[in-house]
């Protein structure tokens, strides 16, 4: 089917505000606005139309529950029970249900719904944001339990709806540069039929009856800060996103409160929904992006670390560079950008994903820290897997992901709903897909006279974490959507938290390591080189950028589950993978918690230690008993050393996690080529213990090579003859300038055969890290 683009000459800004505002809010609405100063992020606005198919996803009956505590590392995995899909027509201005479906998973359930998109062929006289015929709308946070697999204690009641995804078959786009305002339609639709009325401008509601909203205390919200902290310094996690609510009755609509929103509170990702036969509105005024797909360029920009506006613009340049000097800002920051490369490289091109910028991103109340990581989508991945990859977004849930979702769940103790949730638009045929996430959002339920409003925020809780500067920041975040919805300013008066500009502004100059820590040019070329890697994921979050790191220098990944939700036998296991895949390298990947959760990875270690994981069917000439090289990688580390007797301690020193620290090294095995005092990422809360002079066989056949600064905690680990390797830090990191050496050194590293002797010929040492 052909489009059709009608131009106008806008004769008014803020023109879909007033489309909207003159309409009664009897039918579905969906507005993605952009507010602010006209930016890289925020050059339309665009208001689809809602009246075609409508696709509703409900909680289904008979979901199991989770019974453990995440914090203490008791992780449930499991999918929960299919979707229940209703697809809807609309008829004669009312919405008709043709078929209800059960997809497994949330990317069974957008591929479906692809189905009902239009192919259309457009003339390519502009260049437009969004294309017609595809789909627009909301996907709950909840839904996130279809895209991860993991099962949690408090979901939504059975028939709560949970998201609804809308075809768009027009779209008005407002050009806030220039001012012109575009129809974009299918062919024969009505609105090309309509003439740009003349709209009155926009009233701006009153601040309303002011309501104190009900939350929990203080006291309580530091406390829940307090056992994330916990459970950190336990190796359970690195950090977790809390929410505190506040919830009431408002008095009027929550239309108003959006537009009460756009002018206190402008913002790039702002959005407006309502379904009206459903009574569900929410209000946001989001600064913050999940994905951007376009011609085969997918994106995404996580906002962690944040400051309040200063009152002037001396006060408000020393709370910026306050933050991107804050060790603990920066850690929330890097680990989120980690994470983020983990997820985007699920979908992407091997070695095509990169960290492109970091800026501070300044709103009226605060200011953040905000990155930009992208990729090229591979091309056997649809725009719904990839979405479905990253929803939902990581600095909204922690690190690692899953987990972090259950320690939500346990410390929230009620569904999420709307909020961390995204609005977007969809179209898989042409390859384009833009999504927020919903933060700095009202969410109001039942309607339409008596709205009941839920509102969120918090923050990236780490180790380095107090309580009381959490519970500030969460209700400075807060406070514009509060003072919008119930004219409740969370405490704080204008005074206290001033409303300043917005804009983008360059990260302030940084000294010392935090300095060496910032996006680097892309390189796209790949070395070469022959091996092939079998990498042992327990259930980390930054996987995914071992793999890719791998692939730069040319080798081939295989990744395997080594904390599956149905653990088999673990020998078994092992054995399937060294039969099947035939691995030149191993590589046991980091992970939560203490090695022994991952049994597949105490295998390895041990038959590595034990001198049985050899080659399988050796390449002719190969020694047939050589042994397969080996790195452990932080909880893989661990495991080499657990499998070896020594013993597995909280840090003396406290947990560290998200942050770039120097590392001493004896320059033996991996580190030959790295230089002193290196800079690497660490992620750890507990270290080995090295024996001490009286030792058991295995314990004397791994020395220590490698320490923190202080020289007191072990940070590296090789084995006296064999070619195994442990690392408490990770060289794949944004925040590791010299790690890549040490994986090539890695890889260059050959199964060694066994001898009475020394471990390696001389012509061998000169190829290969001396052990």
Not at 247 to 275: I, K
Not at 511 to 529: A, D, M, W
Not at 590 to 601: D, L
Not at 757 to 768: I, L, R, V, W
């Amino acid at each position: 089917m052909k489009v059709v683009t009608r131009q106008f000459t806008a004769p008014q800004s803020d023109t879909l505000l007033r489309i909207l505002a003159h309409r009664p809010r009897n039918q579905d609405e969906l507005l993605l606005h952009s507010g602010g100063p006209v930016t890289d992020l925020s050059g339309h606005s665009m208001l689809p139309a809602l009246d075609s198919l409508r696709f509703l996803f409900f909680e289904p009956w008979g979901v199991e529950h989770s019974e453990g505590s995440a914090l203490a590392g008791e992780v449930i995995l499991g999918s929960p029970p299919p979707l229940v899909m209703i697809r809807q027509r609309m008829v004669d201005g009312r919405w008709i249900s043709e078929e209800e479906t059960r997809p497994a998973s949330l990317d069974e359930a957008l591929s479906e719904i692809s189905e009902h998109e239009v192919n259309v062929q457009h003339s390519g006289a502009y260049s437009t944001p969004v294309t017609p015929g595809g789909f627009a709308g909301l996907l709950g946070y909840d839904l996130g339990r279809w895209s991860n697999s993991v099962r949690l204690a408090h979901t939504p009641a059975p028939g709560t709806l949970l998201g609804v995804l809308w075809r768009c078959d027009a779209w008005w786009v407002e050009e806030r540069e220039s001012g012109e305002l575009r129809l974009i339609a299918l062919e024969g639709h009505d609105w090309l039929d309509d003439e740009l009325p003349e709209l009155a401008p926009v009233e701006i509601p009153g601040r309303p009856e002011s309501r104190v909203p009900e939350s929990e205390s203080d006291s309580e919200h530091a406390r829940k800060v307090e056992q994330i902290r916990d459970s950190i310094r336990g190796g359970h996690l690195y950090q977790v996103n809390y929410g505190r609510r506040w919830q009431s009755e408002m008095h009027g609509q929550p239309w108003d409160a959006f537009l009460r929103m756009t002018r206190s509170n402008p913002a790039p990702f702002a959005s407006w929904m309502n379904v009206a036969d459903h009574g569900w509105a929410v209000a946001s005024a989001s600064p913050e992006r999940l994905l951007r797909l376009d011609s085969g360029l997918i994106s995404t920009r996580p906002i962690k670390g944040t400051r309040a506006r200063g009152a002037n613009d001396a006060a408000d340049l020393a709370l910026r560079t306050e933050l991107a000097t804050s060790p603990k800002e920066m850690a929330e920051h890097l680990m989120l950008v980690d994470l983020e490369r983990h997820d985007l490289s699920a979908v992407c091109e091997p070695g095509s994903v990169h960290w492109t910028d970091c800026r501070i991103e300044a709103l009226a109340n605060v200011q953040h820290l905000v990155s930009g990581v992208e990729g090229q989508l591979s091309s056997s991945t649809s725009a719904g897997e990839a979405l479905s990859a990253l929803f939902p977004g990581g600095s909204i849930t922690g690190c690692p992901k899953v987990v972090t979702m259950s320690a939500i769940d346990e410390l929230e103790q009620a569904p999420r709903s709307a909020w961390t949730g995204s609005i977007g638009h969809l179209n898989q045929s042409a390859g384009q897909a833009d999504w927020n996430i919903l933060i700095r959002t009202m969410e109001a339920r039942s309607g339409p006279d008596n709205w009941h409003a839920t509102v969120q925020a918090g923050g990236g809780v780490v180790i380095d974490s107090n309580p009381a500067d959490e519970v500030e920041e969460a209700r400075w975040k807060a406070a514009a959507v509060t003072e919008a919805t119930w004219g409740f300013r969370t405490g704080f008066s204008s005074g206290e938290l001033p409303e300043r500009e917005v804009g983008i502004l360059p990260m302030p100059e940084v000294e010392g390591v935090l300095g060496r820590i910032r996006p680097s040019e892309f390189k796209p070329e790949q070395e070469t080189n022959q091996a092939h890697v079998l990498l042992v994921d327990n259930l980390d979050s930054f996987t995914n950028n071992i793999a890719e790191s791998l692939h730069r220098l040319g080798a081939k990944v295989t990744i395997v589950e080594g904390r599956p939700a149905q653990d088999t036998d673990p020998e078994a296991a092992v054995d399937d993978w060294l039969t099947t895949y035939r691995p030149t390298h191993i590589i046991l990947g980091p992970g939560p918690s203490r090695p022994e959760a991952s049994p597949r990875s105490m295998e390895l270690a041990r038959r590595a230690l034990a001198e049985r994981l050899n080659r399988v069917n050796p390449s002719e000439g190969d020694n047939p008993e050589s042994p397969i090289p080996l790195l452990g990688w932080c909880l893989g580390h661990q495991a080499l050393g657990r499998a070896a007797g020594w013993n597995l301690i909280e840090s003396p020193l406290g947990a560290v996690h998200g942050a770039p620290s120097k590392i001493r090294h004896d320059g033996s095995a991996l580190y030959q080529n790295t230089p002193e005092d290196a800079v690497l990422m660490r992620y750890n809360s507990l270290v080995l213990e090295q024996p001490d002079s009286t030792k058991t066989e295995n314990e004397s056949k791994l020395k220590v090579n490698a320490w923190d600064a202080s020289g007191s905690l072990v940070m590296g680990i090789t084995h006296t003859s064999l070619p195994i390797d442990g690392v408490q830090f990770h060289p794949e990191s944004v925040g590791s300038p010299d790690g890549q050496g040490l994986l090539r050194l890695f890889l260059a590293t050959q199964a060694i055969p066994r001898t009475s002797g020394s471990a390696t010929s001389k012509n061998e040492q000169a190829e290969q890290p001396q052990r």
